[in-house]
């Protein structure tokens, strides 16, 4: 649902932000002012969920190679990077079961140094690298944007991601 709709908002943005921007009822210089700070927010958030993927196939591949030794470590790691964009459960759709299927195969001391490096590394990637995306190019206290996006996603779910640091920008 979320790259449908980031392609039709892409392709139509320009005409769906004329129509807001038309619905909005305050002055044209505050108006234009929230709008852009709304479109630097969204832009630099769907940046960082991109970077992040890529960052978490990088670093997951590498547990895949030198942890797990599993010669498909490059496959892995697209599908790594992949699955973390989607929503909750990320990531975990990849490193989890190869990590079980190394364990089951008799490497024991391997697939519980994979699981733990995807536990903690991969795992903990996007909390500590998101806020410091958004924060650093909407110029928002690291520390503050991490507390909205916790709130943004105990209040609205995986949304949260997207609608705190927006609604704190603004």
């Known amino acids: 649902m979320m790259l449908v709709a980031l392609f039709f908002f892409v392709r139509d943005g320009?005409?769906?932000a004329g129509f807001v921007r038309q619905l909005i009822p305050m002055r044209p210089v505050y108006r234009d002012?929230?709008?852009?700070?709304?479109?630097?927010t969204l832009q630099v958030v769907v940046q960082s969920s991109l970077a992040i993927a890529v960052l978490q196939g990088i670093v997951a591949g590498l547990g895949y190679a030198?942890?797990?030794?599993l010669s498909v470590s490059v496959f892995l790691a697209f599908l790594t990077g992949l699955a973390s964009l989607v929503p909750v459960v990320g990531s975990m759709l990849v490193w989890i079961p190869t990590s079980v299927y190394v364990l089951f195969s008799g490497e024991v001391w391997r697939g519980i140094a994979l699981l733990l490096w995807c536990a903690v590394v991969v795992g903990s990637i996007d909390n500590i690298v998101r806020?410091?995306?958004?924060?650093?190019?909407v110029q928002i206290p690291t520390v503050l944007l991490l507390f909205a996006i916790l709130g943004g996603v105990q209040v609205y779910g995986m949304v949260g991601i997207i609608v705190a640091p927006v609604v704190l920008a603004i």
């Open 131 to 137: 806020p410091l995306m958004i924060g650093g190019r």
């Open 66 to 69: 030198f942890l797990g030794g």
């Open 33 to 40: 002012r929230i709008l852009q700070r709304l479109y630097d």
């Open 14 to 16: 320009e005409r769906i």
